[in-house]
C-alpha cells in the first residue's frame, strides 16, 4: 500500500467512527446497551456491516453499509410524538438564508394559476389539487428551526397545512414504508411515513405571513423540523405514496436517507 492510499484510508476509518459514535450518543441508555458501544471500533463495525477495511473500493463499501446502519439507528430512535422546539417571532432569523443546488436567480417560476399538485401511488381520493384547493385546507402555523447539513441553522415562521392530515384526507396508505416527492426544480426526495405522519410536519404554502416567495420554494414545499434541510423539499409538483424505496437528490450522491436533525 503507498503512502497516499495509506492516508486516504486513515482520513475514511476516522470519519466512519466519528459518524457511528455521534449516532449511538443519541441513544438512550437502553438503545445504547442495545447496540454496544464496544462495537464502535473498525472491527466491531466491520462486523455489523459485514465489510473490511482493504482498499478504497472496502471503504466505500463500508461507508455505504455505515450510512444504512445510520439509516436504521435513526429510525429505531425516533419518536413520532416527540416536538422540535419552537420560537418566539422575536427568535426569527431575518433575512432567512436561502439555500440550493444553484443561485437564488435561478430558482423556479411556477404559474399558480396553471399549477397542479399531482399525487400517486397508494392513494384512493382525490389526485390534482389546484392552489385555491390546497389554500381552503386546515391551516397550522410553526416558528422552528432549520438545520443545514453544512454546519448552520436559521429559524423561521411557515404556514400551511398538516401533512399527515392530508395525506389522510387523500385516502394515503399510511401503512406504506415512503412518501416520495418531485419538484420544479428537477429535485426529488423522499420520507419514511412516520415522520410524514409526524404532527410538525407540514405542507408549507407561507412563509413568515406572507406567500411562500419563489426563492423559500413556491408554491409549496415540505416543512419538517426533524430533518436536516435537504430532506425538505421546495417547489413541490407531485407526491407519491410507495413501497418502493425512491432515493433522493443528495441521497444518490451519498448522503444518509433518514437525515433526521
Keep these: 500500500m503507498n503512502t497516499k492510499h495509506a492516508r486516504i484510508v486513515t482520513v475514511d476509518r ?31 463495525l466491520s462486523m455489523l456491516t459485514g465489510c473490511s477495511i482493504t482498499d478504497d473500493a472496502s471503504v466505500n463499501t463500508l461507508l455505504g453499509a455505515v450510512s444504512r446502519l445510520n439509516d436504521r439507528v435513526q429510525a429505531f430512535i425516533f419518536n413520532p410524538h416527540q416536538l422540535a422546539p419552537t420560537y418566539s417571532e422575536a427568535q426569527i432569523t431575518r433575512p432567512f438564508p436561502f439555500n440550493a443546488f444553484y443561485s437564488e436567480d435561478q430558482a423556479p417560476v411556477v404559474d399558480g394559476g396553471s399549477y ?6 397508494l392513494v384512493s381520493g382525490q389526485r390534482v389539487w389546484t392552489l385555491p384547493e390546497l389554500y381552503a385546507l386546515p391551516r397550522a402555523d ?43 426544480d428537477d429535485y ?48 413541490i409538483v407531485e407526491i407519491v405514496v410507495t413501497n418502493t424505496y425512491p432515493g433522493g437528490y443528495w441521497v444518490d450522491q451519498g448522503y444518509n436517507w433518514f437525515g433526521g436533525s
Design 14 to 44: 476516522a470519519a466512519i467512527l466519528t459518524d457511528a459514535r455521534r449516532e449511538i450518543d443519541k441513544l438512550d441508555m437502553p438503545a445504547r446497551r442495545l447496540f454496544g458501544k464496544r462495537l464502535l471500533t473498525l472491527g466491531g
Design 116 to 121: 397542479r399538485l399531482k399525487l400517486g401511488g
Design 142 to 184: 410553526q416558528i422552528t428551526r432549520h438545520i443545514c447539513v453544512e454546519g448552520w441553522s436559521a429559524i423561521g415562521r411557515w404556514g400551511g397545512t398538516p401533512f399527515g392530515d392530508f395525506l389522510r384526507r387523500v385516502g394515503a396508505d399510511t401503512s406504506a414504508h415512503y412518501v416520495a416527492f418531485r419538484c420544479a
Design 188 to 235: 426529488y426526495e423522499s420520507i419514511d411515513m412516520a415522520t410524514a405522519l409526524h404532527p410538525q410536519t407540514l405542507l408549507a404554502f407561507d412563509y413568515d405571513g406572507q406567500r411562500l416567495p419563489a426563492k423559500y420554494g413556491y408554491p409549496m414545499k415540505l416543512r419538517m423540523p426533524t430533518k436536516l434541510g435537504y430532506k425538505n423539499p421546495k417547489h
